[in-house]
C-alpha cells in the first residue's frame, strides 16, 4: 500500500479529453491502410491531419484538373500521385525535406522501420465522406504511399501498433517502450484509495469498482476505475517511485459519449495487438516517460501522454475527418 501522507498532499490534476493544447514538438503520424477501387491495398501515411489548406490559386495543393465539378460516379475516389511541382509545394508547407526519413516504431515488435521520403509517393484520394462539389482541395487526404516492397504491411500494420516521425533523425528509441501486465489487487484494498483520493465535488456520485497495479522499471502504476448509476467511467492514474514513495504523476480520465476504457490486460501474448495493452516507458529519445492506451476515442485521434504534469501531450495525427 502507498503511505497515507502521499495523498493527503496530492491536489488533484482533472484534465478531461476535451483538451485542446497540445505538444507539438513532435509531430506524430499513424500508419493505416488504404485500398482503392484501381489499385491492391497499400499502406498509407495521412498528412493532411492540420495541412494549411488554402483557397488562394497559387496554393492549391492539388493540381486544377483534380478539383471542381467531377463526375463522382466515374472518379471515384479519384487516387493520384502528386505532380513534381504540387509534391514539393505540400512537402514544403510542412517543412519535410526529400532528405528526410520516415521512421515507424512497431509496439509489439519494439523495432524501428526506416524509410526515405525520396523513395515514397506522395499520392491523394478523395474523402469517403460525401465529397462536396465542386470538389475543394479539403475533400483530398494526401499522404506517403508505402508499397509492400519497400514495407510489408503484414509485417507492420495492426491498428493502434504504431507511431511515425518525420525528419532528419529518429526521435523515438527502443528497448524502453513496454505493455503494462497488470494485477488485480484485493478489492477491500480499495476504500482506502477512495477515501484519500478527494474527487471533486461534482463527481462524489462515482463509486470504486475496481484496483489494479504494475511495477515496473523503478515505477509502481495504481489505476482505479470509477463508475456512476449512469454508468458514465472514471479511470484514475497514480504513478509512484517504487523507491521513494513519492508521487510521479496524477491523471484522472473522464469518459464521455465519445470515449471507452480499454481493457487492462492482465498477460502478455505477441499474438495481441498493441491496443490491446496500456504502455509505459521512455519511447521518446530526451524526453520524460510516456503513457499510451488508457482511454480510447470513438472519433478523432488518440494522444500520447508524458508522464510529466507540465508536459502537454501529443496528439497523433490521424486526419480523421468525417
Known amino acids: 500500500m502507498i503511505k497515507k501522507g502521499l495523498y493527503t498532499s496530492i491536489l488533484l490534476l482533472f484534465i478531461t479529453q476535451s483538451l485542446v493544447s497540445y505538444s507539438q514538438n513532435l509531430n506524430i503520424y499513424r500508419l493505416t491502410s488504404y ?10 501515411v495521412s498528412l493532411t491531419d492540420g495541412f494549411p489548406f488554402s ?16 463526375d463522382l460516379d466515374i472518379v471515384a475516389d ?22 528526410d526519413k520516415l521512421f515507424l516504431y512497431h509496439l509489439i515488435k519494439d523495432t524501428i522501420y526506416t524509410l526515405k521520403i525520396s523513395d515514397l509517393v506522395l499520392v491523394a484520394h478523395l474523402t469517403p465522406y460525401e465529397p462536396q462539389l ?6 483530398y487526404f494526401i ?12 509485417e507492420v500494420f495492426d491498428y493502434g501498433n504504431n507511431f511515425i516521425a518525420i525528419g532528419e533523425n529518429c526521435p523515438f528509441q527502443t528497448g524502453q517502450l513496454k505493455p503494462i501486465i497488470w494485477k488485480k489487487m484485493a478489492t477491500e484494498k480499495f476504500l482506502s484509495f477512495h477515501e484519500m483520493k478527494n474527487l471533486p465535488n461534482d463527481l462524489d456520485s462515482f463509486e470504486p469498482q475496481e484496483i489494479f497495479k504494475c511495477n515496473m522499471d523503478g515505477s509502481t502504476y495504481y489505476v482505479m476505475n470509477y463508475k456512476d448509476k449512469n454508468d458514465a467511467e472514471i479511470r484514475h492514474l497514480i504513478v509512484v517511485d517504487s523507491l521513494t514513495n513519492q508521487l510521479v504523476y496524477n491523471k484522472l480520465f473522464l469518459v464521455e459519449g465519445d470515449h471507452d476504457l480499454p481493457l487492462l490486460a492482465t498477460s502478455f501474448s505477441e499474438d495481441k495487438s498493441a491496443y490491446q495493452y496500456q504502455w509505459a516507458g521512455k519511447l521518446f ?14 472519433f478523432g485521434c488518440k494522444r500520447i501522454y508524458f508522464v510529466d504534469e507540465e508536459a502537454l501531450p501529443i496528439r497523433i495525427r490521424c486526419d480523421n475527418r468525417h
Open 35 to 44: 485500398s482503392s477501387n484501381n489499385e491492391d491495398e497499400f499502406g498509407f
Open 55 to 70: 483557397e488562394h490559386p497559387d496554393s492549391l495543393a492539388i493540381a486544377n484538373k483534380h478539383l471542381g465539378n467531377l
Open 78 to 99: 479519384n487516387l493520384h500521385e502528386l505532380d513534381p511541382v504540387k509534391r514539393k509545394q505540400f512537402l514544403s508547407r510542412l517543412n519535410i525535406q526529400e532528405s
Open 134 to 139: 465542386p470538389v475543394p482541395d479539403y475533400d
Open 143 to 154: 499522404g506517403l504511399k508505402i508499397n509492400d516492397h519497400q514495407l510489408s504491411m503484414k
Open 285 to 298: 529519445k530526451n524526453k520524460p516517460s510516456i503513457i499510451y492506451n488508457f482511454v480510447e476515442p470513438w
